[in-house]
């Protein structure tokens, strides 16, 4: 069917798709939008009119708007643009809608114009239910963006963002953009490459994060800097990375961390404050990295459900059973125990999963003790006589529980145990009603985890690798130790957590080119290789730094969190998929041979 598109004409929209309320009945009104959908009811057609506002029923009866507009009204498509001229009336009591904001009224249509036909969709946009493929809401971005659903997200993400900047100005900070061309420096993922045409063989790299210039910046004299700034690294995907991300990026000089930990906290207070009525408690709660993984089994750890381990080192090294005792006598081996109130119910099907958790999570096994008579014999084989008793007053078990246990090296016994401590959390935050990983919770849990090691030693490689960044402050009692023994070495480094997620990772940074030095030695660069690729911020020191510290706070998974969303995906207007593609504009893509001649370039 031939559709009659109009222009806009004199026409102006008087009011969007969520604004109309009782007040305005019996105005003239202009909207303009798209068609959701349409609905004929004998003689008399609805049809929701959409924006990103919200929705209005338009009502084209044939006596006041007229039979020709009803049959052209009749016509329209799903997704059409149209404006409508018409006048608003009060919907009578039975029919109001609750669940829309312009429930109240509908507009009687009297005049029509089609702006913008639609050709049949790949999926329909009013379909809330059944959502077609992602892929195919990705390919068609555009279309899944119209759904309030998705728009809704991006409107949190413009005042996360407006907020972020207003509170960050009214603390002094300067927003100040950093290159996206800049000199390629190996920051733990890799760098996407963009070829120079001007030098032919030479390339800019995109950066991973403006670590180094908001560096420079600092002994720039600038102060205190920010910026919402893109980050691209070329990792293998998962779930929540993209290849690009946006940080909220931050440095501030003449600080120490606490100064760092407050500036942040007044940041997530406004957010919550502003973007979603909430009032966060501060100051959030503070741990080390030891603490966190001796007591969590995990550097970000949920704190909306307990399961702490209890540390059952010396009762385990005191049984006659080797595969209990010996991994909890080894130097630095420990014991860890979970209770699990109420856990007698549990199945021993569902306890050996548990075994296969820890196992494959890199601990040795798991033992399970049910709290109860029938089951003490069987124990008392484990832990003769009083030890048992003891045991169970350790952990403070009650009748009809379960306890876990498990020993061995304390980071990797930790650790495994910790991936156990995360699946029965995210059950029991189930029946709680709590979505596992992000959920529409009410119940925010923030954490600082910081003291982590400097050092990460990396078995294949068999070198030593920062934890964080090179960039970062050993303690300084801890400095003697720097050559010796860098897996000693613990840092001004520390990552802000939030149930489960970690928002962003900071330190206190090294402001003395000697110490810089000596931390890149440890990593295995030579004076010559540190001054080749760091050469410029190495010198930059010599004119006098002063004493630094900063943060980068993962934007895209703040909104992610406050939008109770399982995926960054949602919170990001064009995203890549896993494969780092984009289905909708379709890169990477090749290019034409000329581009690559004039850049020197030939394929192998
Ligand atoms: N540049 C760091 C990162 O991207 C953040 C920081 O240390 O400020 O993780």
Avoid at 176 to 196: H, M, N
Avoid at 341 to 358: A, F, H, M, N
Wanted: glycine letters at 8%.
């Amino acid at each position: 069917m031939e559709h009659k598109l109009e222009g806009l004409g004199d026409w102006r929209r008087t009011h969007t798709c969520g604004e109309l309320d009782a007040v305005d009945a019996g105005q003239t009104i202009t909207l303009m939008g798209w068609v959701h959908r349409t609905r004929d009811h004998g003689g008399v057609l609805f049809i929701d009119l959409r924006d990103r506002y919200g929705m209005t029923q338009v009502v084209f009866h044939p006596e006041t708007g007229g039979k020709e507009q009803l049959e052209r009204a009749s016509h329209l498509g799903n997704e059409f643009v149209i404006a409508i001229r018409g006048v608003v009336s009060a919907r009578p009591a039975e029919a109001v809608n609750a669940t829309l904001s312009t429930g109240k009224i509908e507009v009687d249509a009297r005049e029509l114009k089609i702006l913008s036909a639609c050709e049949p969709l790949p999926f329909q946009v009013n379909e809330e239910h059944m959502l077609a493929s992602e892929d195919l809401r990705l390919k068609y971005r555009y279309l899944d963006l119209r759904r309030a659903d998705l728009s809704q997200l991006m409107a949190l993400r413009h005042n996360a963002a407006m907020t972020a900047r207003k509170f960050l100005s009214s603390q002094s900070f300067l927003e100040i953009e950093t290159p996206l061309l800049v000199k390629q420096t190996p920051e733990g993922a890799r760098d996407y490459v963009v070829p120079s045409r001007v030098h032919n063989g030479k390339f800019y790299a995109l950066p991973q994060s403006p670590q180094l210039y908001k560096q420079t910046l600092m002994i720039a004299g600038m102060d205190r800097y920010f910026q919402l700034a893109r980050c691209l690294r070329d990792e293998d995907l998962r779930a929540d990375r993209q290849p690009e991300h946006t940080q909220i990026d931050l440095e501030m000089s003449f600080v120490t961390e606490d100064d760092v930990f407050a500036t942040v906290e007044g940041l997530f207070a406004a957010l919550w404050k502003e973007c979603l009525g909430v009032t966060v408690q501060t100051p959030f709660l503070r741990m080390t990295y030891d603490q966190a993984m001796r007591t969590y089994g995990s550097d970000k750890p949920d704190l909306r459900f307990g399961f702490e381990f209890i540390d059952v080192t010396e009762i385990s090294a005191q049984s006659p059973r080797n595969v209990i005792a010996n991994g909890a006598k080894a130097p630095g081996g420990v014991a860890v125990a979970i209770r699990i109130p109420g856990g007698s119910e549990i199945s021993g099907t569902q306890l050996r999963k548990y075994e296969d958790t820890v196992k494959g999570a890199g601990a040795g096994g798991l033992t399970f003790f049910k709290v109860q008579a029938a089951d003490r014999e069987k124990q008392q084989v484990i832990f003769p006589d009083a030890l048992l008793d003891q045991f169970y007053t350790k952990v403070g078990a009650l009748e009809g529980d379960a306890v876990v246990f498990t020993n061995g090296p304390w980071e990797r016994t930790c650790k495994a145990l910790g991936v156990l401590r995360s699946q029965i959390g995210a059950a029991e935050l189930e029946k709680r009603g709590l979505n596992g990983k992000t959920g529409n919770e009410q119940e925010w849990r923030f954490l600082w985890v910081r003291e982590f090691p400097l050092f990460e030693y990396n078995e294949d490689a068999k070198r030593w690798e920062p934890k964080h960044h090179m960039f970062t402050m050993p303690n300084p009692e801890h400095l003697e130790y720097l050559e010796s023994d860098p897996g000693k070495v613990y840092a001004q480094l520390y990552d802000l957590v939030l149930n489960g997620n970690e928002l962003g990772s900071g330190s206190v940074r090294i402001h003395r080119p000697d110490i810089q030095e000596r931390v890149m030695k440890v990593m295995g660069l030579t004076h010559e290789q540190a001054h080749e690729k760091f050469g410029f911020l190495l010198e930059a020191y010599q004119y006098a730094s002063p004493p630094h510290a900063g943060i980068g706070l993962g934007l895209d998974r703040i909104i992610m969190l406050m939008g109770g969303r399982d995926s960054i995906r949602d919170v990001i207007a064009f995203p890549k998929t896993a494969s780092a593609a984009s289905l909708m504009d379709g890169c990477p893509s090749v290019v034409d041979d000329d581009v690559t001649k004039e850049l020197g370039i030939r394929f192998v």
